[in-house]
């Protein structure tokens, strides 16, 4: 009898929990005046918890109505998630050259070689300029999303994930191996890709992942927070940002063009050779002068820059 | 021909986004059932109308559950239609020191349940709901 009392607790304060979690989804007000209205009505903890839920699923079911959602969905999240898992691969097929290199060849008799520390201090700027850019594209990325998503972050933070994961497991591979049989039959005189690092069970399949999160997944989220944050600030500001975003996203696909314009030679060297888009090959780096300004700027106090408390939900 | 299939479907595209639009910011003429429900309750109660006080009002009248999602989703698309006002109340101790959101009916709120009662009324004129005569069994 005790113990069904106490798994009754139990069960009680999970629910009571997880009732206060999902309510996190809701406007602040809504929120207010929903969980005052169950408690009113003293219905049990499940019976609450399954009222939030069905009203979050009124909401988001709501907001999907409109045909807006779903144009940012298949026209900017979608293909951007499939882009930066593509690139993710890329950058990981490139930097586990270097690192296989260091970390599976070091020996004693290396560390004593003048050109062991000379190579390495020539790639280690290359491999952390690749991982640089995919950060701050990836940001890009997802601040653009958090900018205009508004009440449907939340379920979109969950799809670029889901996108993500999909991209770098089964789309980027795909995508590749398409990319690298045009090559071979283009170009065959190119080195085949049967290296021994992609013999590397870990190179091969687990760094690609590693890459992914880290510098797709993680920043893309970090930029959702900070495009939804961002939305507290006045037009001309939020107009500034998106024209700064639309910039480095183009500088993304000029300079992946390697990656989607060679099925189209013509292309491909036109945009080779369009130097007026390398003025703005700075443009990609803008996050980091973003996060560091919106660092400064809490620490001097600046409140004023925001217009009024946002609602990130 | 070709100009005019690019017609067609930019026509087809147009009145698709229109229908989308007109569902999205609810340009319908008559109000729908639970509407009326809520339109009603919310007259019923005058200033103590909120949202645990509708749904009870709701529930005793059709005997049946109301959903919270289904009653506030409602409210707002009855509010953006301009047919309710609602504004958050003081919290009280019996709701856990939380807010309540207070609902008032407004004169175009009043004209819509208005015209759906009378359409109901004047629809139901001289039916009676006995399962004798014009009914199919089920």
């Keep these: 009898m005790a113990n069904q009392s ?39 903890q499940g019976r609450a918890l399954r009222e939030i839920l069905g009203l979050i699923a009124w909401r988001q079911a709501a907001q999907w109505a409109d045909w807006r959602p779903w144009l940012n969905l298949f026209l900017l999240m ?23 290199l260091y970390a599976n060849n070091l020996d004693v008799a290396l560390l004593g070689n003048y050109g062991f520390w000379y190579e390495l ?40 994930v889901l996108v993500l994961v999909l991209g770098v497991s089964i789309g980027a591979p795909a995508y590749l191996a398409f990319y690298w049989r045009f090559l071979y039959r283009t170009l065959p005189g190119l080195p085949a890709q049967s290296d021994p690092v992609s013999a590397v069970w870990f190179y091969r399949s687990l760094f690609p992942f590693l890459v992914e999160t880290a510098l ?32 480095a996203m183009a500088e993304l696909l000029y300079q992946s063009s390697l990656l989607w314009a060679f099925w189209s030679p013509h292309l491909a060297w036109r945009l080779e050779h369009w130097p007026q888009l390398n003025m703005f090959a700075w443009i990609v780096y803008w996050p980091l002068l973003y996060l560091l300004a919106m660092r400064t700027t809490r620490r001097m106090g600046a409140n004023h820059l925001y217009k009024s408390p946002v609602n990130v939900s | 021909m070709q100009q005019k299939r690019c017609g067609g479907i930019i026509a087809q595209l147009c009145s698709f986004l229109t229908e989308l639009r007109d569902k999205n910011y609810n340009v319908v003429v008559m109000i729908g ?4 429900l809520i339109l009603a309750a919310t007259a019923k109660l005058g200033d103590e109308a909120y949202g645990a006080a509708i749904r009870v009002e709701i529930e005793q009248a059709t005997g049946e559950g109301c ?11 009855l509010e953006g239609k301009g047919f309710l006002k609602t504004r958050m109340g003081d919290p009280t101790p019996q709701r856990g020191g939380r807010a309540k959101r207070m609902v008032r009916i407004t004169a175009a709120g009043i004209e819509a349940a ?25």
């Design chain 1, 6 to 44: 106490r798994s009754g607790q139990v069960i009680t304060g999970f629910c009571s929990h997880f009732t206060e979690r999902a309510a996190q989804m809701l406007d602040p007000s809504e929120r207010e005046a929903v969980l005052g209205d169950l408690r009113q009505l003293g219905v049990s």
């Design chain 1, 78 to 100: 979608i293909p951007l998630s499939l882009l930066l898992s593509v690139l993710a691969r890329f950058a990981a097929s490139q930097s586990a050259v270097y690192m296989w």
């Design chain 1, 121 to 160: 201090a020539h790639s280690v700027p290359i491999v952390l300029a690749i991982f640089l850019k995919l950060f701050c594209w990836s940001w890009t990325a997802g601040f653009a999303l958090g900018l205009i998503a508004g009440r449907t972050a939340r379920v979109r933070r969950g799809l670029l």
């Design chain 1, 216 to 247: 797709v997944i993680i920043p893309s989220l970090l930029g959702i927070h900070y495009g939804q944050l961002a939305r507290a600030f006045p037009r001309p500001w939020r107009a500034g940002f998106a024209a700064l975003g639309s910039l």
């Design chain 2, 33 to 36: 059932e639970f509407e009326y």
């Design chain 2, 67 to 77: 959903a919270i999602g289904a009653l506030y989703t409602t409210l707002d698309r």
């Design chain 2, 114 to 138: 208005g015209e759906f009662y009378a359409a109901i009324a004047k629809l139901t004129r001289g039916v009676t709901w006995q399962t004798s005569r014009g009914a199919v069994r089920s």
